[in-house]
């Protein structure tokens, strides 16, 4: 008999609607509004449950829970289109460490932050002598034990969502969305962009080393745990805003193909890209490089720029800025909403959300104002459109092509 049963009240009606919009924003498509679903994580939802990482990392049956009650934190108090399904799904991870814990960085763990890794490369010597890792090195390793304990565990659990009994699902322990220029960057820290001008040759065989690992553990994940069915293929990019179109071009763009190619063939959303730097020297690369997604673009890249580059070419999830939805009035959130929403909604295509991860105290009543704004602007033109949205005073978007 389970020992915790949880009980959600969600209105159905709700949930419908959310997910009309959330799935037409991945078809490049609209509904009645623009979906809100902002970039809320463990590190929010345990300050909001005023839970540490001491606690939350101290075994697998305690991880369990943690996780299992943040997302039901998260379905009964926050105020955007999140909710879909009538379930709750977790993912075990130990934050974005968990890569390059595999390619042998130390990871230096807080009670009151996520934990960090500190660089392993001292030297583009050191790239020599680095080896791939096997699926079960560093922290890859312990999510597999703690996978196991944690499906058996599941028996203590009882979801019951709107009367009716709902499934929690754990997801595969995939390695994580850290793509190969991230664990790079983490790897060898603010050395590593020297050493890209300096030893090029070295820093492929890095990066090459790094992606050969990465692709052998998703593979064999895939294989040991083959459901349920992965429906996208994502690459985090995170530090690689740094550098020159032209060293992207080299140093990840072929490495994150190989991923994509590996990884994410016949999916709808198979060359998925996370990017939330000043990206806009980038974004024609972007073009080329034919992603289906940017999830979390960067609020510090002008919401007009993006759109001119990639508006109708494939969904897009931003970007209002993290430090305004902390610290701002809500009348100013909605305001920066109007114009994230002036730059792209007209095309289909857009969750609105921050720009990127929302920090822990964010209050709720800011992130309602995006869903305020959502609501006041309504249906979304048709790309073409040259209408004008009287209902935003001050905010002119006559569509501009795209």
Same mark, same amino acid.
């Not at 593979?219 to 083959?226: A, S």
């Given at each position: 008999m389970a020992n915790h049963i949880i009980k959600i009240d969600y209105p159905p009606e709700r949930m419908a609607a959310n997910a009309r919009r959330?799935?037409?924003?991945?078809?490049?498509?609209a509904v009645d509004r623009t979906p809100v679903w902002v970039g809320t994580y463990d590190r929010y939802y345990l300050a909001q449950r005023g839970v540490g990482y001491d606690e939350y990392f101290?075994?697998?049956?305690?991880? +369990?829970?943690?996780?299992?009650m943040n997302q039901v934190w998260a379905i009964e108090n926050m105020p955007d289109d999140r909710c879909q399904e009538p379930e709750i799904t977790i993912y075990l991870d130990?934050?974005?460490?968990?890569?390059?814990?595999?390619?042998?960085?130390?990871?230096?763990?807080?009670?009151?932050?996520?934990?960090?890794?500190?660089?392993?490369?001292?030297?583009?010597?050191?790239?020599?002598?680095?080896?791939?890792?096997?699926?079960?090195?560093?922290?890859?390793?312990?999510?597999?034990?703690?996978?196991?304990?944690?499906?058996?565990?599941?028996?203590?659990?009882?979801l019951i969502f709107n009367g009716e009994e709902a499934p929690i699902t754990?997801?595969?322990?995939?390695?994580?969305?850290?793509?190969?220029?991230?664990?790079?960057q983490q790897l060898g820290g603010i050395d590593l962009y020297a050493w890209l001008a300096l030893y090029p040759e070295t820093c492929h065989q890095l990066m090459h080393k790094i992606t050969t690992g990465?692709?052998?553990?998703?593979?064999?994940?895939?294989?040991?745990?083959?459901?349920?069915?992965?429906?996208?293929?994502?690459?985090?990019?995170?530090g690689a805003e740094m550098i020159s179109a032209g060293m992207y071009r080299k140093f990840c763009v072929p490495y994150d193909d190989q991923i994509y190619d590996?990884?994410?063939?016949?999916?709808?959303?198979?060359?998925?890209?996370?990017?939330?730097g000043k990206i806009d020297h980038l974004l024609p690369v972007l073009v080329e490089h034919r992603i289906s997604s940017l999830w979390g673009?960067?609020?510090?890249?002008?919401?007009?720029?993006?759109?001119?580059?990639?508006?109708?070419?494939?969904? +897009?999830?931003?970007?209002?800025?993290?430090?305004?939805?902390?610290?701002?009035?809500?009348?100013?959130?909605?305001?920066?909403?109007?114009?994230?929403?002036a730059a792209f909604a007209r095309y289909g295509g857009l969750i609105?959300?921050?720009g990127f991860s929302i920090a822990p105290g964010t209050p709720l009543e800011n992130i309602a104002a995006l869903v305020r704004a959502s609501e006041a602007w309504g249906p979304v033109e048709p790309a073409g459109s040259q209408m004008v949205n009287a209902s935003w005073s001050g905010v002119a978007h006559t569509a501009s092509g795209g």
């Open positions: 959330i799935q037409a924003a991945k078809a490049l498509k101290s075994g697998p049956e305690t991880y +369990l829970y943690h996780k299992i130990f934050e974005n460490v968990t890569n390059a814990s595999a390619f042998g960085c130390e990871v230096v763990w807080h009670d009151g932050e996520p934990p960090w890794a500190l660089p392993t490369l001292s030297s583009p010597d050191d790239i020599d002598r680095l080896e791939i890792p096997t699926p079960h090195a560093g922290l890859w390793g312990k999510r597999f034990a703690w996978y196991e304990i944690v499906q058996h565990n599941l028996w203590d659990y009882r754990v997801l595969p322990p995939d390695p994580d969305t850290e793509g190969p220029f991230t664990v790079a990465l692709v052998q553990a998703h593979d064999y994940t895939r294989r040991r745990y083959p459901r349920p069915v992965r429906t996208s293929c994502a690459v985090v990019d995170d590996a990884l994410g063939q016949g999916m709808a959303d198979g060359r998925s890209k996370h990017m939330c673009f960067g609020h510090v890249v002008e919401p007009e720029v993006v759109a001119d580059a990639l508006s109708g070419r494939c969904w +897009l999830r931003g970007n209002v800025s993290p430090v305004l939805l902390l610290k701002g009035r809500p009348e100013e959130v909605e305001q920066a909403a109007k114009r994230v929403l609105l959300a921050d």
